[in-house]
């Protein structure tokens, strides 16, 4: 379907469940300009395709629902908590993490992955939001379901009933567990509580809130990544096997794993001025969808995007967004998405789907929700 969108309809009007009109874009062109240009197409509405028409409560509070100067502001410290330094010293500790919570697999047999891996996003998000080990799995599930409230495994109740109750047990733990974050400088309460923005410290509620962020848009990408990568070698030995041989593959798996799977499918922006855009007129206060699951398959930016290729160089996917917004935590999630790889390897263990994989039923993540192997030491 999006294939054909980008050869016949690139540019698509389309109305929202509540009557807002919004315009869809699929190539890889124009999702690339409205995620570089801040300033023409702004975040403080909300991100998500559940933003159209229902500007998020939270814009302009968090790193990913505020525009420059202050959305600069908040990136400094979050990244000093998140970004490639805080991966790197946490490094040692993920490859320790990995290697425990794959150890019910490498024993052999069958195992749901879906439910076995759940936990694995939180080897590296948990200590840098300063969250305690006993949460990690509540806030995986919780987190998913913020994003897929009509999935029959995550569904409590109606859809606006099961993001109520999942957040409401996700601010819990954030709210029970930010007297001892804060005072840990490495973690992001804590760097986020010691800058000013335009001249005030932080609420308590901010604080929250951006924690809460960077823990659903970070668990849901990498644990999807993880298990769509698993998919796909298992159904690809050969490929695992050249893996195996060549631990060189790891960094360009892991980026194409990202393109490849897109967990997030789409980025919603709103137009701050009248522009035109691949020949649609948009005025100021107009509601755009960037489509990067599509744009990440452009015929006319990569070679046969189909193919799930390792050695593809340049990859300049959007799976990790572009520009000012572009992911706080992609170190993160690259090291850890490579450590699991890594550590399989180093295992010399096979595997192979002993069932059908069940998907997340979500417009916004693209996720998996069983995924049943067999694993051979």
Excluded: K
């Excluded at 999702?31 to 300033?39: M, V, W």
Aim: net charge neutral; with cysteine; charged share 20%.
């Amino acid at each position: 379907m999006w294939r054909d969108l980008r050869r016949t309809c690139p540019v698509r009007e389309e109305v929202g469940p509540d009557g807002v009109p919004f315009r869809s874009f699929y190539r890889h062109a124009e999702c690339q300009a409205i995620l570089r240009d801040s300033g023409l197409f702004s975040s403080t509405s909300g991100t998500l395709l559940t933003s159209v028409g229902t500007p998020d409560p939270l814009g302009g509070h968090t790193l990913a629902t505020t525009d420059p100067p202050r959305h600069a502001a908040l990136r400094r410290p979050s990244t000093r908590a998140l970004g490639p330094a805080a991966a790197r010293a946490h490094a040692d500790d993920v490859h320790s993490g990995v290697r425990g919570l794959l150890e019910p697999l490498l024993a052999g047999g069958v195992h749901d992955v879906a439910v076995l891996l759940r936990r694995l996003p939180m080897i590296a998000a948990g200590p840098m939001l300063g969250l305690p080990e006993t949460t990690w799995e509540m806030a995986v599930s919780a987190a998913t379901a913020t994003i897929a409230p009509c999935d029959p495994l995550h569904a409590d109740g109606d859809a606006t009933e099961t993001v109520l109750r999942a957040s409401a047990g996700l601010f819990g733990a954030i709210r029970e567990a930010l007297p001892s974050s804060l005072s840990a400088p490495d973690t992001l309460p804590g760097a986020l509580s010691e800058v000013s923005v335009e001249g005030a410290a932080l609420t308590r509620r901010q604080l929250m809130a951006n924690v809460h962020s960077a823990l659903i848009g970070g668990s849901t990408a990498t644990l999807n990544t993880a298990l769509h990568l698993l998919l796909h070698l298992a159904r690809t030995p050969d490929l695992w096997q050249e893996v195996v041989e060549d631990r060189s593959l790891v960094p360009g798996l892991v980026d194409e794993a990202a393109r490849w799977t897109t967990p997030a499918r789409q980025l919603v922006r709103r137009a701050t001025a009248d522009v035109e855009l691949a020949g649609a007129h948009l005025r100021a206060g107009d509601w755009v969808v960037a489509w990067l699951a599509s744009a990440n398959r452009d015929e006319a930016v990569f070679a046969d995007p189909d193919r799930f290729d390792p050695r593809r160089a340049p990859n300049p996917h959007l799976a990790f967004g572009l520009g000012p917004h572009f992911c706080v935590g992609a170190a993160a999630g690259r090291t850890l998405l490579g450590a699991l790889v890594t550590e399989l390897a180093d295992s010399g263990a096979r595997f192979e789907l002993a069932g059908q994989p069940r998907r997340l039923v979500s417009a916004v993540v693209n996720g998996i929700t069983r995924l049943p192997m067999r694993f051979t030491p």
